[in-house]
T-cell receptor, first 114, second 110 residues
Framework: DTAVSQTPKYLVTQMGNDKSIKCEQN?????MYWYKQDSKKFLKIMFS???????INETVPNRFSPKSPDKAHLNLHINSLELGDSAVYFC?????????????FGDGTRLSIL | QKEVEQNSGPLSVPEGAIASLNCTYSDRGSQSFFWYRQYSGKSPELIMS????GDKEDGRFTAQLNKASQYVSLLIRDSQPSDSATYLCAVKSAGNQFYFGTGTSLTVIP
């Protein structure tokens, strides 16, 4: 019963391709997130999204776009992949409006650009 | 100034010692504070949360919060080699935004 699940776990692709990473949560949370973790291990927030609002980190290139078909899913689509996009991407969810609720993370998607 | 700051380490302690991890935050209105552990190649895992000033204990872990000083810490007693990981401090702001520190790498030496 995985709470936050991401697919695929590994993604190896060529520069210039377009790819998507899927995320689903079964915790009933109202807010989902995408993070990028590079080789220095810093967790950088990319997006947070609930049914009311999409918050975009302004440093994220517009080649990255979140897509949410419903509140249990938040997919990440990436156009024209670049070498610098190689990283681990984590999906997370939380009950956003409830102060004391933490984030729960998926297992990550390891993206390698050739 | 970063929202959440941690010493990146690495921090090395001998097995059985107390490991002390520290974190400061900038938003005085922050209300919730979390410690995550991340093993190499794995996802962050929640190990402690704290919301009120003072200490909160859970097994070998103690979280300490001082809102006046905007400081939160994690103590690990009787450190074990299996505690070797990166520890991430996370703060939920008054606006319900999460901010993570850069993490402190801990190595427990047998």
């Amino acid at each position: 019963d995985t709470a936050v699940s991401q697919t695929p776990k590994y993604l190896v692709t060529q520069m210039g391709n377009d790819k998507s990473i899927k995320c689903e949560q079964n915790l009933g949370h109202d807010t989902m997130y995408w993070y990028k973790q590079d080789s220095k291990k810093f967790l950088k927030i990319m997006f947070s999204y609930n049914n009311k609002e999409l918050i975009i980190n302004e440093t994220v290139p517009n080649r990255f776009s979140p897509k949410s078909p419903d509140k249990a899913h938040l997919n990440l689509h990436i156009n024209s992949l670049e070498l610098g996009d190689s990283a681990v991407y984590f999906c997370a969810s939380s009950q956003g409006e409830t102060v004391n609720q933490p984030q729960h993370f998926g297992d990550g998607t390891r993206l390698s650009i050739l | 100034q970063k929202e959440v700051e941690q010493n990146s380490g690495p921090l090395s302690v001998p097995e059985g010692a107390i490991a002390s991890l520290n974190c400061t935050y900038s938003d005085r209105g922050s209300q919730s504070f979390f410690w995550y552990r991340q093993y190499s190649g794995k996802s962050p895992e929640l190990i402690m949360s704290i919301y009120s000033n003072g200490d909160k204990e859970d097994g070998r872990f103690t979280a300490q919060l001082n809102k006046a000083s905007q400081y939160v810490s994690l103590l690990i007693r009787d450190s074990q080699p299996s505690d070797s990981a990166t520890y991430l401090c996370a703060v939920k702001s008054a606006g319900n935004q999460f901010y993570f520190g850069t993490g402190t790498s801990l190595t427990v030496i047998p």
